[in-house]
């Protein structure tokens, strides 16, 4: 029986995967093939979906972009023996795209069925949670710290320091809570792995409530990933069948359940309070702190709060070592990241590495530049709030704090390119305007602030006291920023600040739209 691999990511579905499957599988009957459709997640190279491969003799073999109607000439070809065709790559693994990544996290998306666990144990699932069980909750928690691993999702906090606060801290009951509320522009890789690997995240929760000794975990997804949901959910089902998820997991005494939580899509539930307030079925606004979640979080428990990369992180760590891990990365940045490059760029996907190339070598030789053809003018790393980044920055290295040093944020490891046609200041403008929808009202720095961020640089682009606008625009940043509770006030100034730093020639007066005009004279 010859296997053929057809993605199911919701990228690749986007662009008529499940067409391309129907199309396989009318093929296989028509020419009584022994074939079996597997769906996976994805490779990462979005700019080849759908993707295919063939399993055959001398390893798996790919084609792509594939499109329904190419089914009947890939068969012609020799597909089931990895025949010669135009849209053949060859083995995967040595497209330039990968043969250079270190996939750690994303080791087995888009190879294995992410349902089965047969699969992701022929990959090496579990091993981590095996050698956890082994070694107990303190050598658990002593592993993830030595390892270096820090927080994939926001200002890199280290992993094993939040883990530990949380086991010291005396409760009757702990959480071990994920953030999936992948809400940040161009970044995809949380949804990727909940369909493409989700054993791996379950995996990683586990061991995390072990290591702290947390009982039970909830995983918070957005409205927006149906697909995500659906599978996450199926997996769920599964482990728990097969004794990785209960009472006495896999018979080591421990205990941890799971739940998956399903959010309504505000961008806000992705700061770690408001999504705490959000499980708890309130509405999500931010909490004040201290208390800190890892002493007063859920349901007012010590609380774990990571992200999806940071826990899928952990089975790695655990099966390989702290060492191995660590002997990834630049400076205090340990390990891999897994970095997804959007935007107007050639080669869009998600690029596993560890730290340390430079912001040029990932957008000009790995994204192959604009998809355009025009220059790249700027980069905003770190989602809608982070900063832009100029080509003059360009030898800036994919690290935390080479980035904090520029003023930027490595965040959640999107990338989004932009060429000479982008208006900067209308960049700008939609950074205010995003806060000022998205806040969840609780701050004045926040609420007021990003409302009157926008009518300043309205005034700015309109020619009204330009230099004394200016200058009120930089004071109300940096009220924003040390003034607002959580990150979403706070990191408004980044991508403000950074288009007004490196575009200033941008912020020149210009007409205004009719609308804008009018709306303008009104509020004068």
Known sequence: ??????????????????????????????????????????????????????????????????????????????????????????????????????????????????????????????????????????????????????????????????????????????????????????????????????????????????????????????????????????????????????????????????????????????????????????????????PLPAHKGLFARPTVVNNVLSLVAVPTVLDRGAEFYAGFGFGRSRGTMPIQIAGNVRYGGLYETGFGLTLGEIVDSIGGGTLSGR??????????LGAYFPRSLFDTPYDYEAFSACDGLVGHGGLVVFDDTVDMARMARFAMEFCAIESCGKCTPCRIGATRGVEVIDRVLAGVKTAENMVLLEDLCNTMKFGSLCALGGFVPYPVMSAVRHFREDFAPRALAAAESRALAAAE
């Open 1 to 290: 029986m010859t296997r053929i691999f057809v993605p199911k990511d919701a990228a690749a579905l986007a662009v008529g995967a499940n067409q391309v499957a129907a199309s396989i599988a009318a093929e296989v009957r028509a020419r009584v093939l022994p074939v079996e459709i597997v769906r996976t997640g994805s490779r990462g190279m979005f700019f080849l979906e759908p993707l295919i491969e063939v399993e055959t003799a001398h390893g798996r073999i790919g084609y792509g972009p594939v499109s329904a109607s190419d089914i009947a000439s890939l068969f012609d070809s020799g597909l089931m023996s990895g025949g010669a065709h135009a849209l053949r790559i060859g083995k995967p693994e040595e497209h330039p795209f990968l043969s250079g990544q270190t996939r750690l996290t994303f080791a087995h998306c888009g190879i294995i069925d992410p349902l089965s666990l047969a699969d992701y144990a022929a990959h090496g699932g579990w091993k981590g949670l095996a050698r956890a069980i082994e070694i107990g909750p303190s050598a658990i928690v002593a592993e993830v710290t030595k390892s270096g691993l820090r927080g994939r999702g926001g200002a890199g906090f280290p992993t094993g320091i939040k883990w530990k606060t949380v086991a010291d801290t005396s409760a009757d009951r702990k959480y071990v809570a994920c953030n999936a509320d992948e809400g940040d522009s161009g970044t995809f890789a949380d949804r990727m792995i909940m369909e493409g690997d989700p054993f791996a995240l379950i995996e990683g929760m586990t061991i995390c409530g072990i290591g702290v000794g947390a009982t039970k975990g909830y995983v918070y997804c957005r409205s927006e990933y149906p697909h995500a949901g659906k599978t996450f959910s199926e997996a769920l089902r599964i482990a728990r069948e097969a004794g990785y998820l209960g009472p006495n997991i896999q018979g080591s005494g421990f205990t941890f359940e799971l739940e998956l939580r399903m959010g309504a899509g505000a961008y806000i539930c992705g700061e770690e309070t408001s999504m705490l307030e959000s499980l708890e079925g309130k509405r999500g606004i931010v909490r004040a702190k201290p």
């Open 375 to 384: 220059p790249v003018r700027a980069v905003q790393c770190g989602g809608p």
